[in-house]
Every structure is written in C-alpha cells, then in structure tokens.
C-alpha cells in the first residue's frame, strides 16, 4: 500500500518561509521521481517542483528561485523548502509520485498553506 505523508503546512507572513515534508511508504523510494504540485480555490493544480534519482531539479516558472525542492532517500522523504512567500503561492500544496515500476499516479493528502499579506 503506497501512502504519501505530507506535513508543513500553515499560515505565514508574506516574505516568510516554510518548509513541506512528504514521507513515502510502500514505494522504491530511490527509483522514483517525486513531484510537488499545488492547487489554489478556483484553480487548476500545477506543478511546482520535482525531482528525479539523481537529484536533478525542476521548477514552475512562479517558484523558480524562491523553492528549492530535496530528497533523502535514507528518510524516503521529499521536501519543499519555500523562501519569500508570496500571498499568491497560498494553495494546498500535494506530494505526487508516477510510480516506478508500476505505473501508478499515488498522491498525498495535501497540506494548507497561506500566506498572508
């Protein structure tokens, strides 16, 4: 059974910083890339960040430079570390793995955060 356990989330100033934790179970963790994605109301989710086995990034343009996005794959953690919070990055934030070998799209069950102005 594939459980993804994030943790993090809160209300902070804008400018403040959060950091996201995802703990995977279930999983290879070390063969998988793990993506975090985020939802606002009235909006479609969107990826945020991912990376792959290698440690190899990626960023959506809104975060680029402001979230850094990590692994320990001694923990099967994931993790979201976001500076310089915007009102605008207020969403819940979601772990998302495609699972290998599988094939499988497992999420976690979200994490709120806000920012406020």
């Known amino acids: 059974q594939v459980q993804l356990v994030e943790s993090g989330g809160g209300l902070v100033q804008a400018g403040g910083s959060l950091r996201l934790s995802c703990t995977a179970s279930g999983i290879i963790f070390n063969i998988n890339t793990m993506d975090w994605y985020r939802q606002a109301p009235g909006k479609q989710r969107e990826l945020v960040a991912a990376i792959n086995t290698g440690g190899s990034t990626h960023y959506g343009n809104s975060v680029q430079g402001r979230f850094t996005i990590s692994r320990d794959n001694a923990k099967n953690t994931v993790y979201l570390q976001m500076n310089s919070l915007k009102p605008e990055d207020t969403a819940v934030y979601y772990c998302?793995?495609?699972?290998?070998?599988?094939?499988?799209?497992?999420w976690g069950q979200g994490t709120q955060v806000t920012v406020s102005s």
């Open positions: 998302h793995v495609f699972e290998r070998p599988s094939s499988n799209n497992y």
